[in-house]
């Protein structure tokens, strides 16, 4: 089908975290295959890792053990794996662009600037005690997320078991920002969105949502599903299962595109307006 291009200016950007913001995918992988190979099992493959990335931890860790058959419980594995996590996490750093980008969003809603506002939230899968762990020394890069307009996988305004790849994070995202925009400001509307994503369910998230989605995946992802890119942006891979098709997108409709990594981002294409750094 011909691409949309006739698309309003972006008013909210939300953002996943691990894999996106920050460089945790490889981290994940290191503490996984170290519990593995404790086992005598075979290291994680990356046909494996796609499932379990976006998603909450316990339906993450479900499908592991699933493929691992490890000869410990679920318990005992979120319990070692929880002990790497708090070794290894606090040294987690920003990928590529994700500062600057962060930066550059945040300067449209200050004092003085006459371009539109660009909101933004965070819709992570973690749970809020991961999520301190990987963040407590980025509090610079993390200060533009207010904490209101912070959505975790715990969230107790999330309903249990609705995680990615079904909307609601990011539904529930976009409703944070909703109910605090300033007066006079017309609410955002879905497609007026930007989800900026790593992971295969997330990016069939933010097409469930309705939503515009960036798909920025780790290389090995990537080459993970060569030549059925177009079913990813698309949020047709299947990942949530059986789903009404019109939740999702089309092959090709230009609701969403691949990029490489953050640095550079197109703002104009989105219709965003960044202003020039003040002197």
């Not at 993450?60 to 410990?72: E, G, S, T, V, Y």
């Not at 794996?81 to 300067?107: D, I």
Request: net charge negative; glycine share 8%; charged share 25%.
């Amino acid at each position: 089908m011909a691409p949309r291009t006739d698309f309003p200016p972006v008013r909210a950007c939300l953002f996943d975290m691990d894999g996106l913001l920050l460089d945790t995918e490889d981290i994940y992988t290191l503490c996984v295959n170290l519990i593995l190979d404790k086992y005598s099992r075979p290291s994680m493959p990356w046909s494996i890792k796609a499932q379990l990335q976006g998603r909450p931890g316990p339906d993450a860790n479900k499908i592991l053990m699933d493929w691992a058959q490890l000869p410990i419980s679920s318990q005992e594995y979120a319990v070692e794996s929880a002990a790497l996590h708090q070794k290894l996490f606090p040294g987690t750093k920003p990928l590529p662009g994700v500062p600057e980008l962060l930066t550059s969003l945040s300067r449209t809603a200050e004092p003085g600037v006459e371009s539109p506002t660009v909101h933004i939230a965070l819709a992570t899968s973690s749970h809020m005690g991961n999520f301190k762990l990987k963040t407590n020394h980025l509090a610079d890069v993390f200060s533009v997320f207010p904490p209101h307009r912070r959505v975790v996988g715990d969230d107790s305004r999330l309903k249990p078991g609705r995680g990615k790849p079904l909307p609601d994070i990011f539904l529930l995202a976009l409703q944070t920002i909703n109910d605090s925009l300033p007066e006079g400001e017309a609410p955002i509307k879905p497609e007026e969105c930007l989800v900026f994503e790593d992971s295969v369910p997330g990016v069939e998230a933010g097409r469930r949502a309705g939503m515009r989605v960036v798909w920025c995946p780790h290389p090995m992802l990537k080459k993970e599903y060569t030549g059925r890119e177009e079913e990813v942006l698309a949020g047709r891979t299947g990942e949530a299962g059986e789903v009404d098709l019109h939740q999702v997108g089309e092959l090709g409709d230009g609701w969403a595109e691949y990029l490489v990594s953050l640095e550079n981002f197109p703002y104009e294409k989105y219709g965003m307006i960044i202003p020039p750094v003040k002197a």
